[in-house]
């Protein structure tokens, strides 16, 4: 069974750092791609990052620069790293398997979600 | 960025069919994908590749896809079904290259 949950969320200061992580079972993070989707308090779903299986990384323009998408082979584990936090990133953060092909990308599994609240 | 526009709300009986339009420029050339989402839970898949359904997703929800806009359906709606709809494309061109609609609240009356 395909199981995706994470940690590490929390209240943190504007500026400050959090590391998140999404640990996987069921299948292999490496062989996939994988992805974080947040959602603001009352708002709609924005993708933040991905991760291919040949280790390419993309993210949203607005996480650029600030934000790191990882993962750990031996913990079949997914992380992002976030820096320079900014009140307008407080959301849950989703991890999110990716599947398809090309032309044709889509999240089949999703984690529970870790809240983050960026707040003085 | 690629646009993806839905009716903020949606209300239905229940035993009636519900229509959540997500509307994009040339939509009908891309695979669209739909997720139901209900308060405080994580999204779930229920509408893949314009129209197929995943393993466990009743045959009520479908969806189609033409022209500027694309459509998921569900028939037979139940109180079950009240939760927020988004749809979602994947555009190489597009920066982000994954786009969600701006989300659809079914309401069943």
Known sequence: EVQLVETGGGLIQPGGSLRLSC?????????????WVRQAPGKGLEWVSVIYSGGSTYYADSVKGRFTISRDNSKNTLYLQMNSLRAEDTAVYYCARVVGDDGSL??????????????? | SYVLTQPPSVSVAPGQTARITCGGNNIGSKSVHWYQQKPGQ????????????????????????????????????????????????????????????????????
């Open chain 1, 23 to 35: 640990a996987a079972s069921g299948f292999t993070v490496s062989s996939n791609y994988m992805s």
């Open chain 1, 106 to 120: 889509f999240f089949d599994y999703w984690g529970q979600g870790t809240l983050v609240t960026v707040s003085s």
């Open chain 2, 42 to 109: 994580a999204p779930v898949l229920v509408v893949y590749d314009d129209s197929d359904r995943p393993s466990g997703i009743p045959e009520r929800f479908s969806g189609s896809n033409s022209g500027n806009t694309a459509t998921l359906t569900i028939s037979r709606v139940e109180a079950g079904d009240e939760a927020d709809y988004y749809c979602q494309v994947w555009d190489s061109s597009s920066d982000p290259y994954y786009v969600f609609g701006t989300g659809t609240k079914v309401t069943v009356l």
